[in-house]
């Protein structure tokens, strides 16, 4: 049954997430060095503790005060869209816990380690991503989920309209 909000669902998912993440960066924090580094497989997927004082490709260093801003204003604005848009909207409701999920794992470890843990080292079809975490992966993916669902649901809106 399409429940109007279906947060028995969203919450257990996004404090989950909220969770592998902290976990997995206590884990890093406490059995590697800065830099240490091994290989999950071969040199596509390594495990490397690195910090990272700023946003994406270490965008904007040190600007703590401007990503707790931003990060509260996201924070806000997801709340406000769960509200006002993404009733009956199950796959939107996902996209933004993820999101939510995600913001709120880097904002722990700003506010708490002054910096960001990350870990997950791929090297992408040759190109050397930037190392990220379960936080950033949250994002990354919520932001898909997210306008896929505003995509998708666009289309559905206009065949209607053009009935
Ligand atoms: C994922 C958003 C970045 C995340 O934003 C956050 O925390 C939010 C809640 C607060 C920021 C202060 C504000 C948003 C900045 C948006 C941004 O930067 C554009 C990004 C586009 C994005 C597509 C959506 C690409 C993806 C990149 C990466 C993730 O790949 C999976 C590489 C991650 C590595 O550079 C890693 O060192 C980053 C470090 O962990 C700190 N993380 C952050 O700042």
């Known amino acids: ?7 028995s669902v969203m919450i257990p998912i996004g404090l989950f997430l909220i969770i592998m993440d902290q976990l997995s960066k ?3 924090v406490k059995t590697m060095n800065v830099g240490d580094s091994f290989s999950v497989i071969g040199n596509i997927l390594e495990i490397t503790s690195h910090r990272n004082n700023g946003a994406a490709w270490g965008m904007l260093q040190n600007q703590m005060i401007f990503f707790y801003i931003i990060t509260v204003i996201v924070l806000l604005a997801i709340l406000y869209f769960f509200k006002q848009d993404a009733a009956f909207k199950p796959v939107m409701q996902l996209g933004l816990t993820l999101i939510f ?11 708490f380690r002054g910096s960001v843990v990350d870990f997950i080292d791929t090297k992408i ?3 050397d991503f930037p190392i990220f975490n379960i936080a950033d992966s949250c994002l990354t993916i919520g932001v898909i989920v997210l306008l896929y669902e505003i995509l998708v649901n666009e289309n559905k809106e206009k065949k209607h309209a053009d009935i």
């Open 1 to 7: 049954m399409n429940k109007k909000y279906n947060l």
């Open 26 to 28: 206590w884990i890093i």
């Open 101 to 111: 999920a995600g913001a709120v794992g880097n904002f722990i470890d700003r506010l």
């Open 125 to 127: 079809i040759n190109y």
